[in-house]
């Protein structure tokens, strides 16, 4: 079993900037990969990016290439999404989940956290 817990999530205006994170623990493994998803109300859930333990691998939605930046810290067991240049439409709850590799797809990751909201203000 893998225990995902996500943080940083919050409010902010269109513009502005988060970092969320993910800490990990349980059986966690090198040949794990992050993801990201996200889900807003009435809509269903998107992945954002992902990212593998072992060499760093990452994958980003087009919808997010070139303001989201996904990264891990080995050592927490922490996979961070440093979100820029945030518009409304990237409000949502955003969710981490662990699976053995950069699927795009929910049904490709077992473990999931329970999700931090993510507010941006016109």
């Known amino acids: 079993q893998v225990q995902l817990v996500e943080s940083g999530g919050g409010l902010v205006q269109a513009g502005g900037s988060l970092r969320l994170s993910c800490a990990a623990s349980g059986r966690t493994s090198s040949n794990y990969a992050t993801a990201w998803f996200r889900q807003a109300p009435g809509k269903e859930r998107e992945f954002v990016a992902a990212?593998?333990?072992?060499?760093?691998?990452?994958r980003y939605a087009d919808s997010v290439k070139g303001r989201f930046t996904i990264s891990r810290d080995n050592v927490k067991n922490t996979v961070y999404l440093q979100m820029n240049s945030l518009s409304p439409e990237d409000a949502a709850s955003y969710y981490c989940?662990?699976?053995?590799?950069?699927?795009?797809?929910?049904?490709?990751?077992?473990?999931w956290g329970q999700g931090t909201q993510v507010t941006v203000s016109s």
């Open positions: 990212i593998r333990w072992s060499g760093g691998s990452t």
């Open positions: 989940a662990v699976g053995p590799t950069l699927w795009s797809t929910a049904a490709g990751y077992t473990y």
